[in-house]
């Protein structure tokens, strides 16, 4: 009796199998939602196997583009003609029966052939195309050309190919300071096309932002040019941090014209630059008084809250103060509160 074959396992089995999957992996193609018209041209052509479909799509010449097509179309034709000349009163010369579907379908509908043309210079197509219509400034164009056909490409060095559309879009979103995110979540609900969180920020930061600061610039300059004739300037000033207490990271002080309550400079402050948060009060007041006296705009007092470091600082600098009343409310109404809390004050309370 002869011995059997010894059987594999089920380990040996799964492995055979693993490789065979892996080696069929290496040569899928995943075609989506394409997949059912790769089974009806494999139906139409006769093709028995997908390889040979990708053969067949593989080894088809490749399509010339349609104005070199029709160019050699239009060669051909005048050769045609130049051979065989017809007479315009020859009974052969009929040219409704001439016309062909292929000739009907290069014909524009949107063509207006009674529309006015005019013969133009190229130096006046550059000086069009030789400025950008939105900022205005110098642009590089390049041009190619077919026949009697032009066509020119601008190219802003500014705004490079940045779609005005998709600029307008983060202008509007960072100027009203709508959130980008909540915005991108109503823009899919309703399946309409956006751009991404980055190019928010790159619009931000090589567009939106140069152009805030810009305006900023510019308003201050004409603001203090329009205070330096009124002599010295009465100004209230304060900072506003970005957490309660000693423990703010950043701050951002704010000096403002009493007369007129335009604010005349703003300062923000990192705590590492001002040896901690209780001394960025004091360097943003430094910050913009330098500012303003470098711009020679002279302060005749200053009205601020009663931090020793200020009021020591002003002192130096031979600034009269005065104290907000504000602060005098809040350190009062905390007063009165705290000593309401004694038995015998119970009508504070009230």
């Given at each position: 009796m002869s011995e059997g074959r010894k059987r594999k396992s089920v380990y040996e089995l799964y492995d055979k199998k693993r490789k065979a999957s892996e080696e069929r992996n290496k040569t899928r193609v995943f075609l989506g939602e394409y997949f059912t018209r790769w089974r009806a041209l494999k139906a139409q052509v006769?093709?028995?196997?997908?390889?040979?479909?990708?053969?067949?799509?593989?080894?088809?010449?490749?399509?010339?583009?349609?104005?070199?097509?029709?160019?050699?179309?239009?060669?051909?034709?005048?050769?045609?003609?130049?051979?065989?000349?017809?007479?315009?009163?020859?009974?052969?010369?009929?040219?409704?029966?001439?016309?062909?579907?292929?000739?009907e379908s290069l014909i524009d509908p949107q063509t207006n052939s009674g529309e006015k043309k005019y013969i133009v210079f190229e130096s006046c197509l550059r000086e069009l195309f030789g400025s950008c219509p939105i900022c205005k400034t110098k642009c590089k164009d390049q041009s190619r050309q077919m026949g009697n056909f032009v066509a020119f490409t601008q190219l802003c060095e500014k705004l490079g190919s940045t779609p005005v559309g998709n600029l307008l879009?983060?202008?509007?979103?960072?100027?009203?300071?709508?959130?980008?995110?909540?915005?991108?979540?109503?823009f899919k609900a309703m399946s309409l096309q956006m751009t991404t969180y980055?190019?928010?920020?790159?619009?931000?930061?090589n567009f939106i932002e140069p152009t805030i600061i810009h305006k900023w610039n510019r308003d201050q300059l004409h603001i203090i040019s329009q205070l330096q004739q009124q002599g010295k300037v009465p100004l209230a000033g304060d900072m506003r941090a970005d957490t309660p207490g000693h423990s703010a990271e950043f701050g951002s002080y704010t000096l403002m014209h009493v007369e007129t309550n335009k604010m005349l400079d703003l300062?923000?402050?990192?705590?590492?630059?001002?040896?901690?948060?209780?001394?960025?009060?004091?360097e943003g007041l430094k910050r913009c008084l330098d500012k303003l006296e470098s711009n020679g705009l002279a302060v005749d007092y200053l009205i601020a809250d009663r931090h020793p470091q200020i009021q020591k600082y002003l002192r130096e600098r031979s600034i009269t103060q005065f104290y907000d009343v504000w602060h005098f409310q809040k350190g009062l109404s905390k007063k009165l509160d705290k000593l309401s809390q004694n038995?015998?004050?119970?009508?504070?309370?009230?």
């Open positions: 006769g093709l028995p196997t997908d390889a040979s479909v990708a053969k067949f799509l593989l080894d088809r010449p490749s399509k010339r583009p349609r104005l070199v097509l029709e160019e050699e179309e239009e060669e051909e034709n005048d050769d045609t003609e130049s051979q065989v000349q017809v007479e315009p009163h020859d009974s052969k010369n009929n040219p409704e029966s001439t016309a062909t579907e292929e000739s879009l983060s202008a509007a979103t960072y100027f009203t300071g709508g959130s980008f995110v909540q915005l991108q979540k109503i980055s190019t928010f920020r790159k619009h931000a930061r300062q923000l402050i990192q705590s590492n630059e001002a040896g901690g948060s209780y001394h960025m009060e004091k038995k015998d004050c119970k009508v504070l309370v009230t």
